[in-house]
């Protein structure tokens, strides 16, 4: 029989099954071993006993048994009968979550547990749970649509591939048929960080983009520009000594754009994917951030003074507008160049510029908004990281913004860019997450650490360290 460890009470109920004497219940507390005087009449009675999680009788039933018996008088009767569980709830496990890219055959437990949270087992009749899996993919396929027997797994067949819809997981849902006991799991394949070492020209990378070659390109801030294969491989190349590279983007000739971050401005730098360096002489920049237009020109935001302007492929530069505090700068869906103004404790603000120099500035809602990265995401909105609220937040072109509460612990980092699922992915303190397009956030803990982060030309995310100087990259 079944006998739950959360017992602490048990009745029977006597019901003679011919006769004049009438139904009665008796009541006793008891753990494991449960003690009655009962007064049964002679002939065919029914006895049904019921172990309560309560003291008394009272509470929750656990586990019940019935049988039927003839009693005779004047000699010891022995009733016997099978304690079958009463189930309360569902608990779903799996020995593992799939990491993506590495096909795997997993095995998913699902058993019943009564009101105390005890799994039940036999001997006794056992619920049938039926399990269902809403991937329609066959990215995550189960092995059996339900468990009649507990401690039975079903095998999760994982083909290695992403989940694109939605948070990025199979929604796996166990049912009792007519009790309306269910419970809900999430199978997620987990992101694989790697980080590459072998950046020895300084500490602190500050910026990384795409290039023409389909390696990434870095900064280095005392002195260095980094390449970095899709395989890992590391090359770096000298910049002149008085340089501090720190914000970069690929150019529409094919080379690679170069801002300097010091105090003090510098000139717009320009290398080759063969490692050749050159200046635009009396560009005279303090780079922050840096893209590349629909003009073909070089859009950068200068941070001291707070400018906005563009420099052509001739070097030939013009300010076009006056934004100060510019965090990240992105092309939008519009054509036009968006841009972050992150002012904790005061109002930040997303900035638009157009080819022409016409600019608009949309404010957050709130002075406690710090709006840092930003990039235009496939549904025609441009999405943003605010750390000071730790919230994700999305916006039309015309400046109309709805903002996604984070419920995690760890902020949002400073960067934020569309996968190769369609999500916009961002980057925190601990690794980096996801949001979806209506709002299903999910965060994937690992040592990445990515000050900023793109789409490499392998679909795998790319940022980097600014606190080590690694490269570090997510594969999705």
């Given at each position: 029989m079944y006998v739950s460890p959360s017992t602490k009470s048990a009745t029977v109920k006597v019901t003679p099954q011919g006769g004049t004497a009438s139904s009665q219940t008796q009541q006793t507390n008891c753990t494991s071993t449960c003690t009655f005087q009962v007064s049964a009449p002679v002939g065919t009675d029914r006895f049904d006993v019921s172990l309560y999680n309560g003291s008394n009788g009272t509470g929750q039933v656990l586990s019940a048994g019935s049988a039927t018996a003839n009693i005779v008088a004047n000699q010891t009767n022995t009733v016997s009968m099978t304690f079958d569980g009463v189930p309360a709830s569902i608990k779903i496990s799996i020995d593992a979550q799939p990491v993506v890219h590495s096909p795997k055959t997993l095995h998913l437990t699902v058993q019943a547990e009564d009101a105390g949270g005890n799994v039940i087992i036999g001997p006794g009749a056992y619920p049938v749970i039926d399990v269902s899996n809403d991937d329609t993919s066959g990215t995550i396929v189960l092995g059996a649509s339900s468990v009649s027997a507990p401690g039975t797994p079903i095998d999760v067949t994982y083909n290695g591939a992403w989940i694109s819809a939605g948070d990025a997981s199979a929604h796996i849902t166990a049912t009792i048929p007519g009790t309306g006991i269910s419970a809900a799991f999430q199978i997620s394949p987990?992101?694989?960080?790697?980080?590459?070492?072998?950046?020895?020209?300084?500490?602190?990378?500050?910026?990384?983009?795409?290039?023409?070659?389909?390696?990434?390109?870095?900064?280095?801030?005392?002195?260095?520009?980094?390449?970095?294969?899709?395989?890992?491989?590391?090359?770096?190349?000298?910049?002149?000594?008085?340089?501090?590279?720190?914000?970069?983007?690929?150019?529409?000739?094919?080379?690679i754009w170069i801002g300097d971050g010091s105090a003090g401005a510098s000139d717009m730098g320009r290398m080759t994917t063969g490692g050749s360096y050159s200046t635009c002489t009396g560009t005279n920049l303090e780079a922050i951030a840096l893209v590349k237009a629909p003009d073909g020109n070089i859009w950068y935001a200068n941070q001291s003074p707070g400018t906005v302007g563009r420099v052509t492929p001739a070097c030939v530069q013009t300010e076009m507008g006056t934004s100060p505090a510019v965090q990240r700068m992105t092309v939008g869906p519009d054509g036009a160049v968006w841009f972050t103004q992150p002012s904790p404790g005061s109002v930040s603000y997303i900035g638009r510029i157009t080819m022409s120099g016409t600019e608009t500035e949309f404010p957050l809602p709130s002075t406690t908004t710090a709006a840092t990265g930003i990039t235009a995401g496939?549904?025609?909105?441009?999405?943003?990281?605010?750390?000071?609220?730790?919230?994700?937040g999305h916006m039309k072109t015309?400046?109309?913004?709805?903002?996604?509460?984070?419920?995690?612990?760890?902020?949002?980092?400073?960067?934020?860019?569309?996968?190769?699922?369609?999500?916009?992915?961002?980057?925190?303190?601990?690794?980096?997450?996801?949001?979806?397009?209506?709002?299903?956030?999910?965060?994937?803990?690992?040592?990445?650490?990515?000050?900023?982060?793109?789409?490499?030309?392998?679909?795998?995310?790319?940022?980097?360290?600014?606190?080590?100087?690694?490269?570090?990259?997510?594969?999705?």
């Open positions: 987990q992101p694989i960080a790697t980080a590459f070492a072998g950046v020895t020209g300084s500490p602190i990378t500050a910026a990384i983009a795409p290039g023409p070659d389909g390696a990434l390109w870095f900064t280095e801030r005392y002195g260095y520009i980094g390449r970095i294969s899709t395989t890992g491989t590391v090359t770096e190349y000298a910049t002149p000594s008085t340089y501090e590279p720190f914000a970069l983007a690929a150019g529409s000739d094919g080379a496939p549904d025609g909105y441009l999405w943003f990281t605010d750390t000071w609220t730790n919230e994700i015309d400046g109309t913004m709805t903002e996604f509460p984070r419920n995690f612990a760890v902020t949002p980092g400073a960067n934020i860019c569309v996968g190769p699922d369609g999500a916009v992915w961002f980057t925190t303190l601990d690794g980096v997450g996801r949001i979806s397009a209506t709002g299903q956030m999910t965060d994937y803990p690992s040592d990445a650490r990515m000050w900023q982060m793109v789409l490499g030309p392998d679909n795998a995310l790319w940022g980097v360290n600014l606190s080590n100087g690694q490269i570090d990259r997510v594969s999705i």
